[in-house]
């Protein structure tokens, strides 16, 4: 008795972990088909034209974004394995304490027929009626026989349910195993492709490596032009926060002084935390925010005040959120930039080959801002994209929706 009690509470602690476990299952595809998206866009904007020669330095780093992703994609297929294991062992558990059941429940069903027909074969059940000394017993006797029948019927029923039960988890069983092989399969291709990918990678920075101090030189020397472009956007923003501050009177020149109307968009740019659309159509993002290593050159490290995304070569930039168009500037002969203003928000887009809007317009969200220049040396169509508190950069990461 005890072990089908046992049983039982281990069924019962079942359905709220296998609730759980079905959750996690939808979190993990859901995951999975967007890194599989990525892919697919990362070998069409990065890997589709075979006209264009690219360096080995811009080789590499394509290369190191598809590693990237796919190596996530290798753990998220690694974790639905994982899953699916477990889910197997509940199943084969959840088949054994069925099965238990269901042959207790057929000996005590070949019990109730064994005492049935014995009954029957001792005396009808009319002269078991008759043969009582009251009309109270005769009744009770009545109920008793009515009630007997009603519980074989019952415990057939049962024994019927749970046989299509088992059957069931059984072909649940076999379906989940189907789907394991499938997913080993799936997660070998990718791993061959990946460490082909790793080779290819090792053999092109090998070579990379024998100019490592010109690699160092050329990449110091365009952290520094990277560097006094980032000054002369923060320059202009403190600039229109201390022209904005003047008209009322505020000491402040790091913080905008703003209208109610301003301070609402502000709010409502904050609301929208996490929630903000990507600044292109499509793309992936090929440097991140934030001091980093060289992706190549371990040795040297990088910084940007922003992320910068690969996108198709007919790409628009476009607003992420109702503003006002601050400034469009072009510094020392490079791309133009456009800066909008949210409120105290700002949001930067450089590298724009032609530019739609002017200085004072007002912006609608995903309204275009320009289109996205792309080098005709590289073939690379790259938008850089930056948001300010103020004055302040900040990860745009944590703003946009699925970066």
């Known amino acids: 008795m005890k072990k089908y009690f046992f049983l039982f509470f281990l069924q019962c602690l079942n359905i709220n ?28 904007i990065l890997f589709s034209n075979n006209n264009i020669k690219k360096s080995a330095l811009d ?29 197997i062992n509940i199943n084969q558990r959840d088949i054994e304490i069925q099965r238990v059941q269901l042959v207790k429940l057929k000996d005590d069903y070949a019990n109730m027929i064994r005492k049935s027909y014995y009954s029957k074969s001792r005396q009808s059940r009319l002269m078991f009626l008759f043969s009582s000394e009251s009309f109270y017993q005769a009744y009770n006797r009545f109920k008793y026989l009515s009630q007997y029948a009603k519980h074989r019927k019952k415990q057939g029923e049962i024994i019927f349910k749970k046989t299509n039960l088992l059957n069931k988890l059984n072909i649940e069983l076999l379906s989940k195993k189907v789907n394991k092989e499938s997913l080993i399969r799936e997660n070998q291709v990718s791993q061959l492709i990946y460490q082909k990918e790793i080779e290819s990678q090792k053999l092109m920075i090998g070579e990379l490596i024998k100019k490592q101090k010109d690699l160092e030189y050329r990449i110091r020397k365009n952290e520094k032009k990277i560097a006094a472009f980032d000054k002369e956007i923060e320059r202009l923003i403190k600039v229109a926060i201390d022209n904005a501050n003047r008209k009322t009177s505020s000491p402040s020149t790091l913080n905008f002084s703003i209208t109610p109307e301003a301070k ?34 371990r040795t040297t490290k990088i910084r940007s005040n922003g992320i910068t995304i690969a996108t198709n070569q007919t790409a628009d930039a476009r607003a992420i959120f109702k503003g006002i168009v601050m400034t469009v500037l072009s510094y020392k002969g490079s791309n133009p930039t456009v800066l909008v203003q949210h409120g105290s928000y700002i949001t930067a887009y450089t590298n724009l ?26 073939g690379k ?12 950069p900040i990860n ?3 703003w946009i929706y699925r970066l």
Do not use: M
């Open 59 to 87: 080789e590499i780093q394509d290369l190191d974004v598809k590693i990237r992703v796919r190596n996530k994609l290798i753990k998220v297929t690694n974790q639905e394995i994982n899953l699916i294991s477990k889910q």
């Open 353 to 378: 080959e032609v530019v739609y809007v002017k200085k004072g317009q007002s912006l609608r969200p995903k309204e275009k801002i320009g289109k996205v220049f792309t080098n005709p040396t590289t």
């Open 396 to 398: 745009p990461k944590g």
């Open 381 to 392: 169509t790259e938008l850089k994209f930056s948001i300010f508190q103020s004055s302040t």
């Open 264 to 297: 609402l968009v502000g709010k409502s740019f904050y609301a929208n935390k996490g929630k903000l659309p990507w600044p292109v159509e499509e793309g992936i993002v090929i440097q991140n925010f934030g001091t980093q290593l060289h992706p190549v050159v």
């Open 17 to 44: 972990y296998c609730q759980s476990q079905q959750e996690t299952q939808k979190r993990l595809e859901k995951e999975k088909a967007i890194l599989v998206k990525e892919i697919k866009q990362i070998n069409s």
